[in-house]
């Protein structure tokens, strides 16, 4: 069994921060990708930041510059700093991480997170 915590959502106003996070526990082998999504009200949830487990990164074009994805193996933890947040970053942050579970299987599967709010909003 795994699990996903996340944490770090909240209100913020436009040009502010947030940091997230996302540690994954239980039954775990190693970990390949660990990524983010957003999901805004009416829309389809999109990528937003990938970390391969060699730490290439990945970003959408719309948070380059203004987000950073970052990964502490030690920890099973994959963070999001978002700076100079836009009301358009208004979202829910799902973090999303690919487990494999036993030796004995070379099967990563994908787990996601319960989602955390962001509000960027005056």
């Known amino acids: 069994q795994v699990q996903l915590v996340e944490s770090g959502g909240g209100l913020v106003q436009p040009g502010g921060s947030l940091r997230l996070s996302c540690a994954a526990t239980?039954?775990?082998?190693?970990?390949?990708?660990m990524g983010w999504y957003r999901q805004a009200p009416g829309k389809q949830r999109e990528m937003v930041a990938i970390?391969?487990?060699?730490?290439?990164?990945n970003y959408a074009d719309s948070v380059k510059g203004r987000f950073t994805i970052s990964r502490d193996n030690a920890k099973n933890t994959v963070y999001l700093q978002m700076n100079s947040l836009k009301p358009e970053d208004t979202a829910v942050y799902l973090c999303?991480?690919?487990?494999?579970?036993?030796?004995?299987?070379?099967?990563?599967?994908?787990?996601w997170g319960q989602g955390t709010q962001v509000t960027v909003s005056s």
């Open positions: 239980g039954s775990i082998f190693s970990i390949n990708a």
């Open positions: 970390i391969t487990n060699g730490g290439n990164t």
């Open positions: 999303n991480v690919e487990i494999r579970t036993h030796a004995s299987s070379s099967y990563y599967a994908d787990n």
